[in-house]
């Protein structure tokens, strides 16, 4: 089956400062890559997703991009903002066969963002 | 729209007893899923509904049973509590396709 691993599992930046997230997969069948975000004491809410047909997608501050051949993509915050810390989680899915969305998640990194 | 709903937010049980947890979404979603979130490891994947009247099992089923009641309700339920199932539960639906998962906000749960 599909392992995700994510990494850093912690990470503490300066307001105004970019953050780099990033998880590498093991299914190379994988095409669907969500990145959700987790307030305390909430679900989490999906911010940005990317396709395996895209290298790269941009939504304000946030980016994602995705290297298939080395089986690893990364989330980009830029400017970052104290409202920007959470536990952020990156998912990936083969969307096919009897996968019914499926996702599996990497481990999680806690973003803090100090003013 | 409430989106998806859990019931109860909290709640602590005793080694062996029983409880279920409700799961409801509003948004004409055909899949649903539960899963589990400790420290460290993620959301891991109990059981799924592809659509009304199927389940499958995730990847951490044991000692878990689910009920796709209709479209709307997927419960969870813990026939014999255990310590190792204290965690926070989250249900999540989703239309189909790519489409996002929806999560709703999480019960927490511990057995003592």
């Known amino acids: 089956g599909e392992n995700v691993e994510q990494h850093p599992s912690t990470l503490s930046v300066q307001e105004g400062d970019s953050a780099v997230i990033k998880c590498t997969y093991s299914?190379?069948?994988?095409?669907?890559f969500p990145w959700y975000k987790q307030e305390l004491g909430k679900g989490p809410q999906l911010i940005i997703d990317i396709r395996s047909n895209v290298g790269e997608k941009k939504d304000q501050r946030i980016a994602v991009t995705l290297n298939k051949t080395a089986k690893h993509f990364s989330l980009h915050i830029t400017e970052t903002q104290p409202e920007d810390s959470a536990v952020y989680f990156c998912a990936a899915i083969f969307r096919g066969g009897t996968s019914y969305g499926k996702l599996t998640f990497g481990q999680g990194t806690i973003l803090t963002v100090h003013p | 729209n409430a989106g998806v709903t859990q019931t109860p937010k909290f709640q602590v049980l005793k080694t062996g007893q029983s409880m279920t947890l409700q799961c409801a979404q509003d948004?004409?979603?055909?899949?649903m899923y539960w899963y589990r979130q400790d420290p460290g490891m993620g959301l891991r994947l109990i059981y799924y509904?592809?659509?009304?009247?199927?389940?499958d099992k995730g990847e951490v089923p044991n000692g878990y049973n689910v009920s796709r009641l209709n479209k709307r309700e997927f419960s969870l339920r813990l026939e014999s509590a255990a310590p190792s199932q204290t965690s926070v539960y989250f249900c999540?639906?989703?239309?189909?396709?790519?489409?996002?998962?929806?999560f709703g906000p999480g019960t927490r749960l511990t057995v003592l």
């Open positions: 999540a639906s989703r239309a189909g396709g790519y489409n996002e998962q929806f």
């Open positions: 948004m004409n979603h055909n899949s």
């Open positions: 509904s592809a659509s009304e009247g199927t389940t």
């Open positions: 299914d190379s069948a994988s095409n669907y």
